[in-house]
């Protein structure tokens, strides 16, 4: 998958471990409630030049 937008990029989360491990639950959860094991939650933050608009 390739996903590109001026307006946000894939948040860096790697040393915040307790959100990552939500997001991890949240997949969990999603996997369970639709009966796809191959949910991926992927995180976005807004860029600087989004914050401009």
């Known amino acids: 998958m390739d996903i590109h937008s001026d ?10 471990e307790d959100v990552v491990e ?18 991926t939650l992927i995180a976005y933050e807004k860029t600087e030049a989004a914050g401009r608009n």
């Open 22 to 39: 939500v997001i991890r639950e949240a997949e969990s959860a999603i996997a369970r409630m639709t009966g796809n094991p191959g949910v």
């Open 7 to 16: 307006s946000y990029k894939v948040a860096a989360l790697s040393d915040q």
